[in-house]
């Protein structure tokens, strides 16, 4: 695990003329959980997809233990982005080099319970299901960052409740710096150590808040609802912004 | 099965229609089903029919497989990249564009009466085609999944097997089915034209004896071929690529 610190000067689309993301400075420490709370399009899969490698046009820099060099990324889009021509465990042995990984991809298959669905084709797969899987396949490589883009999104209340505990059991098996776009407070405070708002294009860091309920307690709804409520309360700021 | 019952009344309607048309008529031009089908018989006794339709068979594969392998390259390579394709439509307009009798005469008159003249002729003509299939293809693939790969750092050889190649496939079948069809008619111009086998040969002498019944046999015995192809080797690959759909 490594730390990573993101400096992007400016990203400007050459369709629009004001910057999308300016003077932008983040830093993860190893092991975190950070959530990026801001509105929608105000450009946070555009930065995921500059730490992803995946956007090279940008003034900016990304240091990886102080290097320069890309870091190895476990990206959950925000559409699950299987190859529906392959079957569950297919998609997860693709990403893998070397053939070896059966026993990893067994006991990650298990703790999403998708043990018995392995062999089916993705097209096949709900939508529940396939998040599942691009989660599984982003931890699967053992990534240095796991980058995740509202995975939850578009997901009906218990199936999202459901796979974020399935994520949070598996995150707290297998440390990740990670990286998680939200625009849901709620879930943001479920999940995070520490919350990062966003204002909107160009994008900008408002505040950093460290989350300070302890992780057995998150699931209680009384104590997220209430730091929600003071979190709002303290910094008007934000309530502007959701 | 009612549908299977429906074809074979459909082909029934077929034969008898033709039979009705060649009892009334009369003539040496339209002979009946049955004068075809001993025709067909006698000609496969004497092992010509088989001879011709093999040395034709033999041609189609060889540049079916040449014009299919060369298309699919440079169609992906033209729709993956932009500046290659706006480069080289203009080649591509004028190549589909060439009548196949020209290219036929060209390849024969600057490379002689040979084989591979034949061949080439045969691939030209059926490679632009593949290329604007293929290239079509290619600029519809998913660029999330595109994305996908090269997050996750998919080797180009991986990409083009798991990624790119099963969307192309309803492409490449379109081209393969489509190209088995032009190929076909094209190579018995070129036979006609400059070789001294195969059916467009054969079809060329018939002709100068108005022989219309081995004419038809000779027909009969190439749609079938290709109908077996399609049963064959088609239609099963076609369902083993397509079983994850649901």
Same mark, same amino acid.
């Given at each position: 695990m490594v730390d990573i610190h993101v400096t992007i000067n400016?990203? @400007?689309?050459?369709?629009?003329?004001?910057?999308?993301?300016? #003077?932008?400075?983040?830093?993860?420490?190893?092991?975190?959980?950070?959530c990026l709370v801001g509105a929608s399009g105000c450009g946070k899969t555009t930065l995921l997809n500059i730490i992803a490698d995946l956007d090279h046009d940008?003034?900016?820099?990304?240091?990886?233990?102080?290097?320069?060099?890309?870091?190895?990324?476990?990206?959950i889009f925000q559409n699950p982005r299987l190859l529906p021509w392959r079957t569950v465990r297919e998609n997860i042995e693709l990403v893998l080099e070397d053939q070896h990984a059966a026993s990893t991809i067994d006991a990650l298959l298990e703790t999403m319970q998708l043990t018995q669905h392995q062999h089916v084709y993705a097209d096949r797969l709900s939508l529940g299901m396939s998040r599942r899987v691009s989660i599984i396949r982003a931890f699967a490589?053992?990534?240095?960052?796991?980058?995740? #883009?509202e995975p939850f999104v578009s997901l009906d209340p218990p199936t999202a409740r459901q796979v974020r505990a399935l994520?949070?059991?598996l995150w707290q098996h297998?440390?990740? @710096?990670?990286?998680?776009? @939200?625009?849901?407070?709620?879930?943001?405070?479920?999940?995070?150590?520490?919350?990062?708002f966003l204002s909107a294009t160009p994008m900008q860091i408002i505040s950093e808040i460290s989350v300070p309920i302890p992780r057995h307690e998150r699931h209680n709804e009384q104590a997220v609802e209430t730091f929600r409520q003071q979190l709002l309360n303290d910094h008007p700021k934000i309530s502007q912004l959701l | 099965m009612p549908n299977k019952g429906l074809s074979f009344l459909s082909a029934l309607l077929f034969l008898a229609v033709w039979q009705g048309l060649s009892s009334y008529?009369? =003539?040496?031009?339209?002979?009946?089903?049955?004068?075809? +089908?001993?025709v067909f018989w006698k000609e496969c006794r004497s092992g010509e029919?088989?001879?011709?339709?093999?040395?034709?068979?033999?041609?189609?594969?060889? =540049?079916?497989?040449?014009?299919?392998?060369?298309?699919? +390259?440079i169609g992906i390579l033209l729709g993956r990249n932009k500046k290659l394709d706006v480069f080289f439509d203009n080649w591509l307009v004028i190549f589909l564009n060439v009548p196949a009798l020209v290219t036929i005469i060209l390849c024969y008159v600057w490379f002689g009466l040979v084989e591979a003249a034949a061949i080439l002729a045969v691939v030209v003509n059926k490679l632009p085609n593949v290329i604007v299939t293929i290239r079509e293809g290619t600029r519809t693939l998913d660029p999330d999944l595109l994305a996908m790969a090269r997050c996750y750092r998919f080797s180009r050889r991986k990409t083009l097997i798991h990624v790119i190649w099963p969307q192309l496939h309803p492409f490449v079948m379109g081209a393969t089915r489509s190209g088995l069809a032009l190929i076909w008619k094209i190579i018995l111009v070129v036979e006609l034209l400059g070789r001294s086998n195969g059916m467009g040969y054969q079809l060329h002498l018939f002709?100068?004896?108005?022989?219309?019944? =081995?004419?038809?046999?000779?027909?009969? +015995?190439?749609v079938s071929v290709i109908q077996l192809i399609e049963l064959t080797i088609l239609k099963p690959l076609d369902r083993k690529s397509q079983q994850w759909r649901r």
């Open positions: 400016n990203k @400007t689309f050459a369709t629009v003329k004001a910057p999308t993301i300016a #003077d932008f400075k983040l830093s993860l420490n190893s092991g975190e959980f950070v940008y003034d900016g820099d990304i240091l990886v233990d102080k290097q320069h060099k890309i870091p190895k990324i476990g990206y490589i053992n990534p240095d960052i796991l980058l995740m #883009d994520l949070l059991q297998r440390p990740h @710096t990670v990286l998680f776009v @939200t625009h849901d407070l709620r879930e943001a405070i479920i999940l995070a150590d520490k919350l990062i | 008529l009369d =003539s040496n031009t339209l002979p009946t089903p049955a004068t075809v +089908a001993v029919l088989p001879f011709h339709l093999g040395v034709t068979l033999l041609r189609l594969v060889v =540049s079916f497989i040449i014009a299919m392998g060369l298309g699919c +390259a002709f100068q004896m108005f022989d219309v019944a =081995s004419i038809l046999a000779y027909t009969v +015995a190439f």
